[in-house]
């Protein structure tokens, strides 16, 4: 499964818990949003995550 950052943002745009982790990421590790959308995905999305399904379908 490969990074998309415009399906990672349709993602973070329909789960508001990610939207929050989000904010939460970027504010805690003063990372720019790209960096800090690329950490969610590998923390929330990659390998078996909990929002691993939901982010294939919104990748077709």
Sequence with gaps: MKYSKATMLKLVNEERALHDELKRIKSEMDLEK???????????????????????????
Excluded at 46 to 51: E, L, N, Q, S, T
């Design 34 to 60: 790209n960096l800090a959308l690329k950490a969610l995905y590998h923390s929330a999305v990659a390998d078996g995550g909990r929002y691993q399904m939901r982010y294939q379908e919104l990748d077709r």
